[in-house]
């Protein structure tokens, strides 16, 4: 069965640190990783992963694979309150199918 | 643009009632998935399409069926209402040349009593 686990589940730091937040993944035909964002509604993408090794940056945010060790993680640098909500984890399968891990649900406190 | 459009907003059902969760995309995106998201947990895939004309199952497909008669809409069915089918739903779509990139309806919150 495919999976996506993704750790910690929650996580409560102060504004300026820095987060790493962890995913690892079983899947058949793994095809790219994927990190969502969501806050109040519905998700919205951030990355897509397909080679290890090579690190994909957005402003504060970054993201890695390691395709030998079957994990992703996504840091955030100098953390802000408005980087409070779920980020999820997905692996998109060779069949189309796109799994998420259940999340790890971030608060900044100010 | 509208992108993905998700009716009704807000739903109660009673046990072993019927209805049709509504999804249209404006986007000429070959690719639509169904997934529900419980308090607390991940998106969880129900069926997925790759075209008009093609569905296939997810994760949890029990207890519910779709069809993709249109480039465009990608109707949820859920036949006999249970409480276990209480959850979020979220309709999404993706192009064929970045497939990975899902855009989202608003969602559905289906509530079953």
């Known amino acids: 069965e495919d999976k996506v686990v993704q750790s910690p589940l929650s996580l409560v730091v102060h504004e300026g640190d820095t987060v790493t937040l962890n995913c690892s993944y079983e899947?058949?035909?793994?095809?790219?990783l994927l990190w969502y964002k969501q806050e109040k509604k519905a998700p919205t993408f951030l990355f897509m992963l397909t080679s290890s090794g090579i690190e994909k940056k957005s402003g504060r945010l970054s993201s890695i694979l390691d395709k030998k060790e079957l994990f992703s993680i996504l840091n955030i640098t100098a953390t802000q309150t408005g980087d409070s909500a779920v980020y999820l984890c997905?692996?998109?399968?060779?069949?189309?199918?796109?799994?998420f891990g259940k999340g790890t649900r971030l608060h900044i406190l100010p | 643009n509208a992108g993905v459009t998700q009716t009704p907003k807000f739903r109660i059902l009673k046990i072993g009632q019927s209805m049709t969760l509504q999804c249209t995309q404006d986007?000429?995106?070959?690719?639509m998935y169904w997934y529900r998201q419980d308090p607390g947990m991940g998106l969880k895939l129900i069926y997925y399409s790759v075209g008009a004309g093609i569905t296939d199952k997810g994760e949890v497909p029990n207890g519910y069926n779709v069809s993709r008669s249109t480039t465009e809409d990608f109707p949820l069915r859920l036949e006999l209402a249970a409480p276990s089918q209480t959850s979020v739903y979220f309709c999404?779509?993706?192009?064929?040349?970045?497939?990975?990139?899902?855009?989202f309806g608003s969602g559905t919150q289906l509530s079953v009593l």
């Open positions: 999404a779509s993706s192009s064929r040349s970045l497939s990975e990139k899902l855009f």
């Open positions: 997905a692996v998109h399968c060779r069949d189309d199918k796109i799994i």
């Open positions: 899947v058949t035909n793994f095809r790219s």
């Open positions: 986007m000429n995106h070959n690719y």
